[in-house]
C-alpha cells in the first residue's frame, strides 16, 4: 500500500501545473516582453510531464533511441562560430551564424536565460534522459528559426511558438500563445494573427520532428535541402506579411 500511495505521489508531482506561477510570469512578460526568462517560467510552471512524454516518443524511434544514449551536446556545436563560418554559405550553420550574429544572440545567452533559479530546482525529480532532452529543445531554439523561416519578432515568435507545441505539446507554450492571440484580437481587430498561428502548426504537422534529428549532422549541408528532406514547408502567410504590411510585425 505505502509503495502503492509513493508511485501516485510521483505521478502527481510529475503531472501537477502551477497556474498561480504561470499567471504571475505572464503579468511580468506582458510589462517587458523583452524578459525572456518570464516564458522558460511558464513553460516550467505548465509543463506537468511534457518531457516524460516527449522522451517515451523518441525511445519509440531508432534515431531517437540512438540520441538518447549518445546525448550529443549541440551547443558546443552551435557556440563554435569560428568553425561556423567555415561553413559554405547557404548551408544549415551558416545561415544559423548569419541569425545569431545579426541579433546578438547566442546558445550561452538561451542557457542563461533559463537558468534563473538552480539547475537542481529546475530539473528536480526528472530522469538524465528528460533533463538532456529539456537543455536540446532549449538550445535549438534558434536553430528552429532557422528551420522555419521565422524571425524574431512578436509574429514571428508566436509563428513559431506554435510550430513548436505542434511537435512537442507544452501547455505552458499554449498559454502564451492564447494571452498572445486575445492581445492582438483586441489591440490589432484588423489582423487575424490565428491565420499566423495555423500555419506554424500545419508547418509543423508536416515536418519531421526536430527533437530526433542529430543537428550535429546536419549543420554542414545546404539548408534547402535539408528543408525539404525534412519536409519544412516556408511560412507563405508569414513572408507575405512581412513583404506587404511590416508594420503589423510589431503591431503590439
Known amino acids: ?25 505572464m503579468r511580468e512578460l506582458l510589462k517587458n516582453p523583452d524578459d525572456t526568462s518570464q516564458v522558460f517560467h511558464i513553460i516550467e510552471a505548465l509543463k506537468g510531464d511534457s518531457l516524460g512524454a516527449a522522451v517515451r516518443r523518441l525511445r519509440t524511434i531508432d534515431r531517437g533511441r540512438e540520441l ?6 549541440i551547443v558546443a556545436k552551435l557556440n563554435d562560430r569560428a568553425w561556423l563560418l567555415s561553413l559554405p554559405a547557404g548551408s544549415v550553420g551558416r545561415a544559423y551564424y548569419d541569425f545569431v550574429h545579426a541579433e546578438n544572440l547566442s546558445a550561452e545567452g538561451l542557457i542563461a536565460s533559463s537558468e534563473t533559479a538552480s539547475r537542481e530546482e529546475i530539473y528536480h525529480g526528472l ?14 531554439h534558434d536553430l528552429q528559426h532557422v528551420m522555419t523561416g521565422y524571425g524574431r519578432d512578436p509574429v514571428g515568435e508566436i509563428g513559431l511558438l506554435s510550430f513548436m507545441t505542434t511537435q512537442t505539446p507544452n501547455r505552458g507554450i499554449n498559454f502564451i500563445i492564447w494571452i498572445a492571440k486575445w492581445k ?12 499566423l498561428i495555423d500555419e506554424g502548426a500545419a ?12 543537428w550535429e549532422e546536419k549543420l554542414a549541408q545546404p539548408l534547402q535541402a535539408v528543408r525539404e528532406e525534412m519536409g519544412f ?3 507563405a502567410r508569414y513572408l507575405r506579411l512581412c513583404e506587404q504590411a511590416p508594420q503589423l510585425l510589431l503591431a503590439t
Open 127 to 140: 530522469s538524465n534522459d528528460e533533463i538532456w532532452l529539456a537543455d536540446r529543445l532549449r538550445d535549438i
Open 1 to 25: 500500500m505505502k509503495k502503492e500511495i509513493k508511485r501516485l505521489k510521483r505521478i502527481w508531482l510529475r503531472n501537477q501545473i502551477k497556474p498561480i506561477a504561470a499567471w504571475r510570469a
Open 233 to 235: 514547408a516556408p511560412p
Open 203 to 214: 508547418i509543423a504537422r508536416g515536418a519531421v520532428w526536430m527533437a530526433e534529428i542529430e
Open 184 to 195: 492582438y484580437l483586441r489591440e490589432v481587430p484588423q489582423f487575424d494573427v490565428r491565420q
Open 68 to 73: 538518447l544514449a549518445q546525448k550529443p551536446d
